[in-house]
C-alpha cells in the first residue's frame, strides 16, 4: 500500500532562513507520481509541483526546489530565503499506478516563518 | 484560482441533519475527487467520479454518498450528521487521472456539525 510520511510536524524559522521539508514515501509500483500542495492560514490548498517517478531531476521555481532521490525514496522541498507568506502547512502526496489512483496524503508539516 | 467552484463555502448544521456538499470542476476536466481534511485523520480521499461514473473509492462512511452529473458537477450528500463530521470537505478535479494531469482543488466547504 501506498504511503507518504513527512515527519517533520512543525518548523518554525526565521525570515531569510532556508528551510527544507521532508517527505518518504512507500510505494511498490515502478511508475508513480510525486506532488507538493501549500495550504495557507485561509484554507484552501495550493498545487506547487508533480513529479513522475522517471524524471530525478531536481527543480527549481523561483524560491522553491524540490530533490527528488528514488534511492531514499525522499521528495524533499527547498524554500530558500524564507518569507512570513510561506507560513503555511505543505503536504506532499502519493499517486501510484502510473498516476491512477488518487491522491494519497502525507500528514503536512505546519512551517512558521517568524519575522 | 484553481477554477474548482465549492459550495457552500462554511455549513453549519445541527447533528441527524442531512446536507449537500457542490463542486463545479475546472472547464474540461473529467474527474472529480472529494476529501475531507479532520484535525485527527489529514486529508483523507472519499470518492472519485470519471465523466460520470464512480472511479475509485476510499474512505467513505456508508451515510456519505456522492454522484457526478452530466454537466461533471458533483455533489457529495452526507447524512445522519454526527459531531465528527465536523471537517473541511475538498473537490478537487483533473483532466484525466491523477498523474496524467495536474489535479487541482477548490477552496473547500468547512462543515460544522453541532
Known amino acids: 500500500a501506498q504511503k507518504v510520511t513527512q515527519a517533520q510536524t512543525e518548523i518554525s524559522v526565521v525570515e531569510k532562513e532556508d528551510v527544507t521539508l521532508d517527505c518518504v514515501y512507500e510505494?511498490?509500483?515502478?511508475?508513480?507520481?510525486l506532488f507538493w500542495y501549500k495550504q495557507p492560514p485561509s484554507g484552501e490548498l495550493v498545487f506547487l509541483i508533480r513529479r513522475n517517478s522517471f524524471d530525478e531531476q531536481n527543480e527549481i521555481s523561483g524560491r522553491y526546489s524540490w530533490n527528488f532521490q528514488k534511492s531514499t525514496s525522499s521528495f524533499n522541498f527547498t524554500i530558500t530565503a524564507s518569507q512570513v507568506v510561506d507560513s503555511a502547512v505543505y503536504f506532499c502526496a502519493l499517486s501510484e499506478a502510473g498516476g491512477n489512483t488518487p491522491l494519497v496524503f502525507g500528514k503536512g508539516t505546519r512551517l512558521s516563518v517568524i519575522a | 484560482d484553481s477554477g474548482v467552484t465549492q459550495t457552500p463555502k462554511h455549513l453549519i448544521t445541527a447533528t441527524g441533519q442531512r446536507v449537500t456538499l457542490r463542486c463545479s470542476p475546472r472547464s474540461g476536466d473529467l474527474s472529480v475527487y472529494w476529501y475531507q481534511q479532520s484535525l485527527d485523520q489529514g486529508l483523507q480521499f472519499l470518492i472519485q467520479y470519471y465523466n460520470g461514473e464512480e472511479r475509485a473509492k476510499g474512505n467513505i462512511l456508508e451515510r456519505f454518498s456522492a454522484q457526478q452529473f452530466p454537466d461533471l458537477h458533483s455533489e457529495l450528500n452526507l447524512s445522519s450528521l454526527e459531531l465528527g463530521d465536523s471537517a473541511l470537505y475538498f473537490c478537487?478535479?483533473?483532466?484525466?487521472?491523477?498523474?496524467?494531469?495536474?489535479?487541482?482543488f477548490g477552496e473547500g466547504s468547512w462543515l460544522t456539525v453541532v
Open positions: 510505494t511498490r509500483d515502478t511508475t508513480y507520481y
Open positions: 478537487a478535479s483533473s483532466a484525466l487521472y491523477p498523474g496524467g494531469d495536474t489535479i487541482y
